[in-house]
């Protein structure tokens, strides 16, 4: 189980948390080899009547999202992500599976693993999509700035992700994880901080967030993409009776 505290906050305000945090925080060592930060890229699944984004817009305690997820510009032999994420009232579990882009296409459209055997988070994952005829609904891509704690305390596991540039792809094919030609801007003005630990807040992050006057709330890339492309008033997958 791990806890998650998302804030958004606008881009004003960007460099001065980047100081407040350097005595306590260090690039992470997939962003110092790549400049600083990488791009993410995620096909989310709905159900035909958009059940995941509707039960988060609901609050509902007990949810899930289904996504696959890439990194950087990516290609057909770099390894993806099937993700499910659970949310069970406060913390939040993930299941995770890696394999290679041409890998996952193939089990996504049907063909079976080389070795007949699918790991048990991919199995999850299809089992998702076919018991609830989840389909893609859009991609979401954003760069993201992410920090660990200088404090090595694996049980608590710090980490903090500045988001940014967060745009998005409306119903796209599994074959276009890594293309944006079509992507939309979700929010120009503000970036999302998301805080993350297992056990406790540290005291200096809540002083931090205090002294900027941070609310902690809402801020689902998924939803804010469904609603900025004007998604949830379709329902595009909607079986014919």
């Not at 950087?72 to 290679?100: C, H, Q, Y």
């Not at 999850?124 to 704690?149: D, G, I, K």
């Not at 006057?213 to 998604?231: D, H, I, Q, R, W």
Request: proline share 6%; with cysteine; net charge positive.
């Amino acid at each position: 189980m791990r806890y998650e505290y998302k804030y958004i906050i606008p881009y004003s305000k960007l460099h001065k948390l980047r100081e407040m945090m350097q005595p306590f925080m260090q690039l992470d060592k997939y962003a110092q080899q790549n400049g600083g930060e990488y791009t993410v890229r995620s096909i989310y699944f709905d159900t035909p009547e958009l059940g995941c984004y509707l039960d988060k817009i609901a609050g509902v305690k007990r949810r899930n999202k289904v996504r696959l997820r890439g990194y950087n510009a990516g290609g057909n032999g770099d390894n993806v992500f099937f993700e499910i994420k659970k949310k069970v009232d406060e913390p939040l579990l993930k299941n995770r599976a890696s394999m290679t882009f041409d890998e996952a296409l193939n089990i996504l459209q049907g063909q079976p693993m080389e070795n007949g055997v699918a790991p048990d988070n991919v199995r999850r994952f299809l089992y998702h999509l076919y018991a609830r005829r989840m389909q893609p609904v859009v991609t979401v891509v954003y760069e993201r700035e992410p920090f660990q704690s200088l404090l090595k305390d694996r049980d608590n596991d710090l980490r903090i992700t500045f988001d940014k540039n967060l745009r998005a792809v409306p119903y796209p094919t599994l074959e276009e994880l890594y293309k944006e030609e079509s992507a939309r801007p979700i929010d120009a003005a503000n970036f999302i901080m998301e805080v993350k630990f297992n056990r406790y807040l540290p005291t200096w992050v809540k002083t931090v967030v205090a002294s900027f006057g941070l609310t902690k709330g809402p801020a689902s890339k998924y939803a804010m993409s469904v609603e900025a492309l004007g998604l949830g008033r379709v329902r595009p997958f909607r079986s014919k009776k």
